[in-house]
């Protein structure tokens, strides 16, 4: 199995700044892609920013210019620089990986348990 433990999130003014962190460990003998998603309440979970283990990072339009993704493979951790923040922001963020375990070579989709970011105005 792979655990996905998030941190930093919390209270923050409009116009600030949150770095959330999350971090992959377990059996892991690959992941290909690392994710940032968010819910609030009484919406859809959404994707925030995807990471594949190489290539581009895709972010959501509402996010664009603000948010900044970035991943550490050797750590199997990544990140998530939110800058400039707006009260539609406030909602609690996962992490989500697609990964194979070294037990069943078999890929999976694995959820952290969230974390929570407010943005007041």
């Known amino acids: 199995q792979v655990q996905l433990v998030e941190s930093g999130g919390g209270l923050v003014q409009a116009g600030g700044s949150l770095t959330l962190s999350c971090a992959a460990s377990?059996?892991?003998?690959?992941?290909?892609?690392m994710a940032w998603y968010r819910q609030a309440p009484g919406k859809q979970r959404e994707l925030v920013a995807r990471?594949?283990?190489?290539?581009?990072?895709n972010y959501a339009e509402s996010v664009k210019g603000r948010f900044t993704s970035s991943r550490d493979n050797a750590k199997n951790t990544i990140y998530l620089q939110m800058n400039s923040l707006k009260p539609e922001d406030t909602a609690v963020y996962y992490c989500?990986?697609?990964?194979?375990?070294?037990?069943?070579?078999?890929?999976?989709?694995?959820w952290g348990q969230g974390t929570q970011v407010t943005v007041s105005s």
């Open positions: 989500n990986a697609v990964g194979v375990v070294t037990t069943t070579r078999i890929a999976g989709t694995y």
């Open positions: 377990g059996s892991i003998f690959s992941i290909n892609v």
């Open positions: 990471m594949p283990s190489s290539g581009s990072t």
